[in-house]
């Protein structure tokens, strides 16, 4: 049996990480804080170039503590990449004045796996990715689901599987490839990769295949984003009528991969 890639931990962080989404996008506190964000000028990522530019107002994020002993899952000791915190408390909260979506609820936080098979198009595909959950044996989905007061639809899915190598698996070549998702998700036939998804925006260890819908567009505009962080995916999903704005997006990614982190 090969054994399982370590996962290097390159960044030295504090307890607790903070993000206050209002005053500086993708800002957070520690050692390396918000993964070189803060080295760059504003204007070198959308989302930091004004005071007004479309950012949602996030509470301030507290990652949940770990149980005594446990190494962060992206930690050089920690070589199955195992998140021992509450998955349920890694999922992004709402930002203000988001109306929750109570169907992500779940019982007890966590999402029944048909729920969450409803974002892709067709039953043969809900059938087949459901079976690669199946075969890779998916632990659990924690969810969370907001619209904001612009029609913007936000939904979040956390899959937890039983090391780091399965969610890579489960991720590519499963679910997505460099410049499509495999599955069609509803409401957008064709997306493709977003080649204006600033790069220097990544978060160290998390990959990150981002996409969005080709135009035309049918009553929605949809982007995508799949997050492999030790042993979870993640899978993000915004819609919105009209066109779905970008810089929503990239702070909802970024945050989240920073959450997973």
Do not use: C
Not at 26 to 47: C, E, N, Q
Not at 174 to 186: D, E, F, I, K
Request: avoid cysteine.
């Amino acid at each position: 049996m090969a054994p399982v890639p370590v996962r290097k931990d390159r960044r030295v962080l504090r307890a607790v990480l903070r993000w206050t989404a209002a005053t500086v996008v993708f800002a957070a506190v520690g050692t390396s804080v918000a993964y070189g964000i803060t080295r760059m000028d504003r204007t070198d990522v959308p989302g930091l170039a004004t005071e007004s530019d479309g950012r949602w107002d996030y509470p301030t994020i507290t990652r949940p503590p770990l149980p005594s002993g446990s190494p962060r899952p992206l930690a050089e000791s920690n070589r199955t990449g195992t998140h021992y915190a509450d998955l349920r408390r890694l999922v992004l909260p709402a930002p203000k004045d988001a109306h929750i979506d109570p169907a992500l609820r779940g019982a007890d936080g966590w999402l029944a796996t048909k729920t969450f098979l409803a974002e892709y198009a067709t039953r043969d595909d809900r059938e087949t990715v459901g079976q690669q959950l199946t075969d890779n044996g998916l632990r659990h989905i924690a969810a969370r689901g907001w619209t904001t007061p612009d029609g913007t639809h936000t939904r979040i899915y956390l899959l937890q599987f039983d090391s780091v190598t399965v969610a890579d698996e489960v991720n590519s070549p499963g679910l997505t490839s460099y410049n499509m998702p495999n599955y069609a998700v509803r409401g957008a036939e064709r997306m493709m990769a977003d080649d204006r998804f600033p790069g220097r925006a990544a978060v160290d260890d998390v990959t990150r295949h981002a996409y969005d819908e080709i135009k035309p567009y049918g009553a929605e505009q949809v982007r995508q984003a799949y997050l492999s962080a030790g042993d979870t995916l993640a899978v993000i999903v915004q819609s919105r009528k009209g066109t779905a704005k970008a810089v929503p997006f990239q702070q909802t990614v970024v945050l989240q991969s920073q959450l997973l982190g």
